[in-house]
C-alpha cells in the first residue's frame, strides 16, 4: 500500500520553463513533507520541506505548495535550467515518529536546452 | 567537510553469503538511518538509531537483517544467507538530532545478490 504516490514517472520541461512536480499521499497524519533530488550514483540531496501548519514554503527558484484538504503536494521550479535534471522524490513523515521517512516513486525530471 | 560516506560502493555476493555494509555518518550527528532502494521504487526505511541504540528497527524485512552502532558513529548493516531479492541499493542517512532536521544521505551501496 503506497502512502505516498508520484504518478508521472518522467517529465519533460523547456530550459527557462516552469516545472511543476505533483505527489499525493494517503495518510492524514503525516504532518511533514520533504523534496529530495536525486543525481544517479548519489544519494539523495534535500531540496525544500514544508510543515503541514502552512500551505506554502519557497527557496529561491523552489517552491512547494501542500493541500491537505486534498493530500496533495507539489513542486515548483521556476525558472527550470539543465542541471536540475534528476529524480525528485517527495517524502512525508509524522505519523510513526517524524524521523521515518516513506518516500514515493520518484519522478524523473529532464530539463531541455 | 566530509558527507556521509559508504563503503564498498558496489558489492557482488551469492546467494546465501553473508554481508556488511558501513556507514560513516557526518561528524557530530548522533541519529543515523539506513534505507533501501530497490529499482523503479524510493527509498524505503528500515533502521534508526539515536546514538550508539536502535530506536526503531521496524522496517528491517525478516530477522536476516541487523545493524549495529557501537560507538555511535559508524554503523554496519548486516545481511546473513543473502537471498536474490535482497540486492537493492542500501543508503544511509545522517542527521543532527531528529525532530525537523533534514536527514543527509550517503551515496549508497548497491548491492547484487546472484
Known amino acids: 500500500d503506497q502512502q505516498v504516490k508520484q504518478n508521472s514517472p518522467s517529465l519533460s520541461v523547456q530550459e527557462g520553463r516552469i516545472s511543476i512536480l505533483n505527489c499525493d499521499y494517503t495518510?492524514?497524519?503525516?504532518?511533514?513533507f520533504l523534496w529530495y533530488k536525486k543525481y544517479p550514483a548519489e544519494g539523495p540531496t534535500f531540496l525544500i520541506s514544508i510543515s503541514s501548519i502552512k500551505d506554502k514554503n519557497e527557496d529561491g527558484r523552489f517552491t512547494v505548495f501542500l493541500n491537505k484538504s486534498a493530500k496533495h503536494l507539489s513542486l515548483h521550479i521556476v525558472p527550470s535550467q539543465p542541471g536540475d535534471s534528476a529524480v525528485y522524490f517527495c517524502?512525508?513523515?509524522?505519523?510513526?515518529?517524524?524521523?521515518?521517512?516513506?518516500f514515493g516513486t520518484g519522478t524523473r525530471l529532464k530539463v531541455l536546452a | 567537510g566530509a558527507g556521509v560516506s559508504q563503503t564498498p560502493s558496489n558489492k557482488v555476493t551469492e546467494k546465501g553469503k553473508y554481508v556488511e555494509l558501513r556507514c560513516d555518518p557526518i561528524s557530530g550527528h548522533t541519529a543515523l538511518y539506513w534505507y533501501r532502494q530497490s529499482l523503479g521504487q524510493g527509498p524505503e526505511f528500515l533502521i534508526y538509531f539515536q546514538g550508539t541504540g536502535a530506536a526503531d528497527d521496524s522496517g528491517l524485512p525478516n530477522d536476516r537483517f541487523f545493524a549495529v552502532r557501537p560507538e555511535g558513529s559508524v554503523s554496519t548493516l548486516k545481511i546473513q544467507r543473502t537471498e536474490r531479492g535482497d540486492s537493492a541499493v542500501y543508503l544511509c542517512?545522517?542527521?543532527?538530532?531528529?525532530?525537523?532536521?533534514?536527514?543527509?544521505f550517503g551515496p549508497g551501496t548497491r548491492l547484487t545478490v546472484l
Open positions: 517524502a512525508a513523515s509524522g505519523d510513526s515518529g517524524t524521523y521515518k521517512y516513506i
Open positions: 495518510n492524514s497524519m503525516f504532518d511533514y
Open positions: 542517512a545522517s542527521s543532527f538530532d531528529t525532530a525537523g532536521n533534514e536527514q543527509f
